[in-house]
């Protein structure tokens, strides 16, 4: 007598859920460091010199933003269609 | 007291109550188990990260609304978030997708004590970051006032807030140890957390809307939103029981 292998959960779902959070908390950081670059000024590089990179950085943590809802969106636009694939098929 | 503070601080705390809060949520998941499944707890956890940032600097720019002219862009700019924004916001998001997923099971007991210890680290960055962040007291003439740099003692109420997390944390986590209906320890965090709020924040000078700042707004909705669920919780007898550890 052969056994049935037990139904293979797909891990897709957590895969995406983990992709989900992991954009949205470094958003959170992102955003949280292009407010205090932009309060501080640039006061906490003067010690090292690097007052200068104040506008580079500032574009980095945008950029990391704009990746990150970049992400987001994608993310929630697949798990959109995968809910209602599942729901057809059901 | 004088603090030398720095916003550079803030975000380097806030990060560490993310990880804290996290290395929390894993410990007690491994320890006590879960009622949910990796793929829904997962969902659940995306959910409230995703409704949480929203929230957080929907209510972080409302609350400079009466001083800032604010356009949908402003949602993007640099500015403030509020954590009672990110609870409302990530509560709200956990209940629709639990609703499009059809969950059953309260969700939040698991993410009580790591919120408490998240928050808590987090307060600290805003108390380093001083009149840069938001967060300070009015002025005050008390013996353990602060002076943030500006000469003016005022009061920490950053400092109070982690004590009273401390605090928050010791019950609840006492609590959630004893058998105990499913979804309590989350909703008596909230309106805890909620309340207690609701009354420091008449201690900042936060921009008020007929007597109350938005925060405090909030904090009342929040309360009036998680009424009907205390009521169950008191009342109610046929609840799913729990017990951890």
New interface residues.
């Given amino acids: 007598m052969s056994m049935e292998p037990p139904p293979s959960t797909s891990n897709e779902p957590i895969r995406l859920a983990k992709l989900a959070t992991i954009f949205a908390v470094i958003f959170g950081i992102a955003f949280g460091l292009c407010t205090t670059s932009v309060l501080t000024g640039g006061v906490g590089l003067q010690g090292v010199g690097l007052q200068k990179v104040l506008p580079f950085l500032l574009g980095a943590f945008l950029v990391i933003e704009a990746l990150c809802l970049l992400g987001l969106l994608v993310v929630g636009v697949w798990a959109i269609v995968r809910f209602l694939s599942n729901k057809s098929q059901n | 007291m004088i603090v030398s503070s ?3 601080l ?2 380097v705390f ?2 560490l109550g ?1 990880t804290c809060g996290y290395a929390w949520y894993r410990r007690a998941r491994l320890r006590s188990g879960d009622l949910l499944g ?2 829904q707890r ?2 659940v ?2 959910a409230a ?2 409704g ?2 929203l929230g ?2 929907i209510l972080g720019l409302l609350e400079q609304t009466p001083s800032l002219k604010m356009t949908w862009q402003s949602i ?1 700019l ?4 509020t954590i009672v924004g990110g609870l409302l916001g990530g509560w709200l998001a956990v209940e629709m997708v639990k609703r ?1 997923r059809r969950i059953q099971s309260r969700t939040g007991d698991l993410f009580v004590i790591p919120l408490c210890i998240g928050i808590a680290v987090g307060r600290i960055g805003c108390f380093l ?1 001083g009149l ?1 962040d938001d967060t300070y007291g009015t002025p005050t003439k008390l013996p353990w006032g602060v002076d943030f740099g500006d000469g003016i003692a005022r009061h920490p109420t950053q400092l109070y807030e982690l004590l009273f997390l401390g605090l928050l944390a010791l019950v609840l986590n006492h609590y959630n140890r004893r058998t105990h209906p499913e979804g309590a320890t989350f909703r008596l965090f909230l309106a805890a957390y909620l309340a207690w709020r609701l009354a420091v924040d008449f201690i900042k000078p936060q921009p008020l809307v007929h007597g109350m700042n938005l925060i405090q707004w909030s904090c009342v909705a929040g309360l009036v939103a998680l009424t009907p669920s205390l009521f169950q919780l008191l009342f109610a007898k046929d609840q799913l029981v729990r017990s951890f550890e």
């Fill in positions: 720095h916003p550079m803030h975000p806030e990060t993310y990796d793929e997962w969902t956890i995306a990260a995703i949480a940032l957080s600097r993007f640099p500015g403030g978030k499009l970051a840069a």
